[in-house]
Each structure stands twice: as C-alpha cells, then as structure tokens.
C-alpha cells in the first residue's frame, strides 16, 4: 500500500493540469518555456550546490551515460528498420531513453532503502538532470518539426540555462562560496516549484491528446524498452561496477521507472512528437504500477 501512496502525489499533479486544461484551455507552449529558461535553472542550481561531490557520481555517472547511450542505439536501430524520418525517431528517443527517477524513483528508494538508499537517489536524480538538459534538449531540437523551422541541436543545448545553473552550482559547492540564507531561500522557492510545473504541463499535454490518433505500435515498442529492456541493461552495466548490493539495486529499480515528465516539455517545446511522447510518460506511469512491483520482488 506505501508504494500506491507515493504514485497518489504524482497522479494527483497530473490530473490537475488535464483538468485546468479541459476546463480553461491554457496556451501550453509559453508555460513549458518558463519551466525551461526560467525554473530549471534554479533546480540544477541548488541541485548541484547542496550535495556533496564524492566517487559515488563517477560510477552512478558511468551507469546512466552508459544505459542512456544503449537505449539510444536500440532506438536508433529501430528507426533504421522502419525508416522513420528524423521527427519521429528523435520523438521515439524522448519517450523511450530517459527516466523518471527524480519524483518518481526517489520518493520510491527511500520508501525501500531508507536515509541510506536515497542519498543514492538524490545522485542519481542530479545527474539524470545534466543528461536531460543536454541529450534531451538535443534530440528535442533535432527532431523539431515547426512548419520549416529548423534549429541546431548544439546551439539549442547551448543556449539552456539550465546547463549554467549546473555549471556555478558545481564551481560553488566545489569552491564552497557561501550563499546567504535569504538568496538560498529564494532559489529554493523556484527551485521547488519546477518539478510540479513541469507535471502539470504533462498533465495539460495529456488532456489534447487524441487516443485514435496514436501509433500503438510505436507505443508498444518505446514501453517495452523503456519499461522491460532498460532493467536489463541496468543490471549487466551494475554487475562490472565495484559498488554493493544496494546500490546495484538501485540502478536496476530507477531503470525501470517511467518516461521522465521533462522530454514532454522538450516534446512541447520544439514540436517533436509532443503527443506521442507524453502519452508514452502517462502509459509508462500507468504500467510500471505493474512492473516495479514485479521488478522488487526479482531484486529485493
């Protein structure tokens, strides 16, 4: 019952967003830019700031370099095979390569590992963060599909701020530059409210979504690689890594969470299949009810 108790919240988020959309019909584009330009950085900030650098971001950053780059190629090869254009193979990548393991795989560790385990999580979670605004934005761009607007992927990478918050959050924890309690507090009020913008915009995203519109097979096969295939490749990266038991577990247990609500809002941002890649974040949210339970009871 605790674990249904940690997907009431994120369920919860989301269905504020398809109800205020259904009821109001906001314009979404300018909310997923303020989450972006504005917000992000601010997380990625005290993100980096507030935790202690150690050997522990070296191997946890192996893993998730490793997992994302083999989840690309699966999706690269996929693409090959079904000769998709550059639009729908980058919208595959969104939904298919990147994991939820901020306000979904957290909140999920510290329920089965306690203080211990989530500090492990709260690594994981700060890493996936650099990934998603570096390799998500890219692919997001690449894929752009903006009636013949086109964007450099790089330049596109470039221009995030969220990649400078990073950045200075880095060279202040690592030169330990004391930041006044009035500024930190400021930083953290954007800061907290940057995860549940970015679900709401999902849940916004979800309630435009045509049902009869969607690919199914795509669908199928982006769930299955993300749901299915990524704990596999989680667990033969974990077996060459010195690290203990626990922590190989939980590699293989953020592995397996959903789609990451960020690549809607990438998705959103640049037009890259922005249908296709929140309904395969909902569906992965809706399975993995199913899968993780299933995944805890072969790793625990």
């Known amino acids: 019952m605790e674990f249904f108790g940690v997907l009431i919240p994120i369920f919860g988020v989301f269905a504020l967003g398809f109800i205020g959309q259904k009821v109001w019909k906001f314009e979404l584009k300018p909310v997923s830019t ?3 330009y504005l917000m992000s950085p601010f997380l990625a900030f005290r993100t980096f700031y507030q935790n202690e650098i150690t050997l522990d971001y070296v191997y946890l950053s192996i893993y998730l370099v490793v997992l994302c780059a083999v989840s690309i190629v699966i999706c690269y090869l996929l693409a090959w095979l079904n000769r998709w254009d550059k639009n729908t193979t980058s919208g595959f990548i969104l939904a ?9 795989g957290a909140p999920l560790i510290l329920l089965l590992f306690g203080e211990e385990g989530f500090h492990y999580a709260v690594i994981l979670m700060v890493l996936q963060q650099l990934i998603m605004c570096t390799a998500g934005i890219y692919y997001a761009a690449k894929g752009s ?5 086109s964007f ?3 330049k596109e990478v470039v221009k995030v701020p969220i990649v400078y918050g990073a950045i200075l959050g880095l060279l202040s924890n690592g030169l330990q530059i004391g930041i006044g309690d009035q500024v930190m507090s400021a930083v953290s009020m954007v800061a907290d409210a940057t995860i549940p913008t970015v679900m709401i915009v999902l849940g916004m995203q979800l309630a435009s979504i045509s049902l009869k519109q969607l690919d199914y097979r795509k669908l199928g096969a982006s769930l299955s690689i993300k749901l299915l295939l990524a704990p596999v490749i989680a667990f033969a990266i974990a077996f060459f890594l010195p690290v203990d038991n626990m922590v190989k577990a939980i590699m293989i247990l953020t592995a397996a969470t959903p789609t990451a609500a960020n690549t809607t809002i990438y998705a959103l941002q640049f037009q890259t299949k922005p249908g296709f890649v929140s309904s395969a974040t909902l569906l992965s949210t809706l399975l993995s009810i199913i899968t993780i339970p299933l995944l805890m009871f072969l790793v625990l």
């Open 96 to 104: 298919s390569a990147f994991m939820n393991n901020g306000n979904y």
């Open 145 to 149: 599909d903006q009636g013949g607007q």
């Open 34 to 36: 303020i989450a972006i």
């Open 152 to 154: 450099s992927p790089l």
